[in-house]
Every structure is written in C-alpha cells, then in structure tokens.
C-alpha cells in the first residue's frame, strides 16, 4: 500500500466551472476526511465518510461542494460553479477507527486554483 | 467550539533546542495530535497525547496539560530538515456521534546554520 493517493495533484480552473477531485485512501482505513487548507493556515475541516456513509460535513461546505464514496473505498469531492475564493489546497486524509497511535494519514492534496 | 493558538514563526539555530507551545480551548477534548508540514507537502504524524506529561520519540517530545488546555512539542539536535510548519491539533468529541479532529494555523520554523 503507498499509503493516500489524490489526483489530480493539481488544477487550474475558470470560475464557474465544475472541478472533481478523487481520494484513494489507505486500504484497510475505513474512515476518510477531506480537508482545506489556504496559505498560512491550519487544515479546516470539510467532511468525513465512516465506509460509505458521510456522518459529518462542516458549515464550510457550501451546497456547492458535495463529497461521495460510494463503496466505501475511494471518494470524489465536487466543486460546483466554482469561485476565487474556493482557491486552496484540498487535502483528504484515512484512519482506522482507534487512531490514536497512528494519528491520520495524509494525502498530498490538489492545490486548486481558481482564475 | 475549538480555539487553538500557536506562534506563527519561529527561527531557531541548527544544533540548538526549540519548544512549540500551543494552546486550546476545546469542549469534548480527548487527545492532542503534532504534525509535520514541509511547505507543499502533506501534514505527517509527531507524536499523541492524551494524558497529562511527557511523551518522547527521539529527537522528538510532545508534553500536555489538560488542566491547563497547554501543549509543546520539544525539538531536539535540529536540523536543517526540521524548517517546516507544525500544526497543533486537538481531538473533540463532535456531538454528531464521532471525534473530530481540528488544526491550529501552525507555526512555521526556520533553522539556520
């Protein structure tokens, strides 16, 4: 296993269009996060899957931005109609449910840039 | 909600001891989490506290007090290697059945020689 894998690393778009961006998280992690992290700052937290079912999504996710993972595997972020300052680097990250000796592992993220 | 509070830099000289303090405010806390992130690169795992004191992983300790919502992350021998930012995190207890886990700005170090 190589440990999280986010693709594109990343993306340059027009504002308004639709971007996606997928997560391969580490095989046997059930649990999967999505992250967003602007310049200078700590990552903020997005959303969280427990196998296929989102338990819970931030007031930062506008109804633009919708996160699936349909066989609890891999999962897709959707930005809708997007803008300047959705401008960030989009991180996803994997865990086992007790992660407390291992913390979360990270992916590298896809810096998205909004033009 | 969550607040956490770290400096934002920080310079230190190769060879030398640096301490990051970080502190909280947290309802439902249950454990403090270190990390690691070289600029463009994702964040990677330090160190875990959960209980009061010391935790140490070689060059690197990470100490807690809960009473005092305190934390450190103790850097030893620097490096040239060890100029990255270290986010401060702390684990709570969501209210929608699940941990959480939520960043401070973190602290970006510089080593020189």
């Known amino acids: 296993d190589t440990g999280v894998s986010q693709d594109p690393r990343h993306k340059i778009t027009k504002r308004g269009q639709n971007v996606t961006f997928r997560c391969d998280p580490i095989s046997e992690h059930n649990r999967l996060y999505w992250y967003r992290q602007t310049l200078g700052q700590g990552p903020e937290f997005l959303t969280y899957?427990?196998?296929?079912?989102?338990?819970?999504k931030s007031r930062l996710l506008s109804d633009r931005f919708s996160a699936e993972r349909p066989k609890g595997s891999f999962s897709t972020l959707e930005i809708q109609r997007t803008e300047q300052g959705d401008s960030a680097m989009y991180l996803c990250?994997?865990?086992?449910?007790?992660?407390?000796?291992?913390?979360?592992?990270f992916g590298s993220g896809t810096r998205l840039t909004v033009v | 909600g969550q607040n956490i509070d770290q400096p934002t830099e920080m310079t230190a000289t190769e060879g030398a001891i640096v301490q990051i303090n970080c502190t909280y405010q947290?309802?439902?806390?249950?454990?403090l989490f270190w990390y690691q992130q070289h600029a463009g690169e994702a964040p990677t795992f330090l160190s875990y506290n959960v209980l009061d004191g010391l935790e140490e992983k070689g060059r690197f300790s990470s100490f807690l007090s809960r009473s005092k919502g305190y934390s450190y992350l103790l850097l030893k021998e620097l490096q040239m290697k060890d100029s990255a930012s270290y986010l401060c995190a702390v684990r709570y207890f969501s209210g929608a059945g699940s941990y959480q886990l939520t960043f401070g700005k973190g602290t970006k170090l510089s080593v020189i020689p």
């Open positions: 899957f427990q196998n296929e079912a989102q338990l819970e």
């Open positions: 947290t309802s439902g806390f249950n454990g």
């Open positions: 990250a994997s865990s086992l449910p007790d992660m407390d000796a291992y913390g979360y592992t």
